[in-house]
């Protein structure tokens, strides 16, 4: 079972509204990580988690907050967001951090109003 | 030198046809070479991978063909299929902690039925 779960799938949110996104993957894999992914292109890598540690963050801005609660898990707390934030998050896993492959949920389509 | 160049854009093929879609790399540090279809909506999905020790791989239609002294990697759908139109991103990445997925630009492939 290659499955990462997401939810929620669909979120819309005003600029000063707090949320969360939640990930899920039940294979054992340590490495854990949140993209974004604006139409038409490819994911942009924004935080790695190895072991439950932040191991990469790409500049993210702080309005963006990641957290990993167990080796199971993975949240995107969003506060203050603007309107370009309005994307596809993707949560994805792998293994170990720098393992090949890596495996994706659906993705939580987000919408700043 | 971390790029992943893909081509073309677009791709209207017709049903039964030959899809084809080519990725070219400078970091010759890079060591596996994974394609994912990304469905509207949808998580981008791992759809088959190649290691530069071999020249191609097959699984279904699916055939990933690889040229190490080109640094060149391609995409060949067989037989293409109204439910193969999707987006396809070609990556690469090198094994090790920190090394990320660096993806392609994508390509919309279309297969008119």
């Known amino acids: 079972d290659t499955e990462v779960t997401q939810t929620p799938k669909h979120l819309v949110m005003g600029m000063t509204n707090k949320k969360s996104l939640k990930c899920e993957q039940h294979m054992g894999h340590r490495a854990m990580y949140w993209y974004k992914q604006k139409a038409k292109k490819p994911p942009e890598l924004m935080f790695v988690y190895s072991y439950e540690k932040l191991s990469i963050n790409e500049s993210v801005p702080s309005r963006f907050s990641p957290e990993c609660p167990n080796s199971s898990l993975l949240n995107l707390h969003l506060h203050a967001l603007q309107p370009e934030d309005s994307a596809l998050y993707l949560c994805?896993?792998?293994?170990?951090?720098?393992?090949?492959?890596?495996?994706f949920g659906p993705g939580t389509r987000l919408t700043v109003t | 030198q971390q790029q992943v160049k893909q081509s073309p854009q677009s791709l209207i093929v017709q049903k039964g046809g030959i899809s084809i879609i080519n990725c070219a790399y400078e970091?010759?540090?890079?060591?596996?070479f994974p394609w994912y279809q990304q469905f509207p909506g949808k998580g981008p999905a791992l759809l088959i991978a190649i290691r530069p020790d071999v020249s191609e791989k097959k699984e279904g239609r699916f055939t990933i063909s690889f040229n190490k002294s080109a640094k060149q990697f391609s995409l060949h759908i067989m037989d293409s299929q109204p439910g193969d139109s999707a987006t396809y991103f070609c990556?690469?990445?090198?094994f090790g902690y920190g090394n990320k997925l660096v993806f392609g630009a994508g390509t919309i492939l279309r297969v008119k039925s």
């Open positions: 970091n010759t540090a890079f060591d596996y």
């Open positions: 990556a690469a990445k090198s």
């Open positions: 994805a896993s792998s293994q170990e951090d720098g393992s090949y492959e890596q495996y």
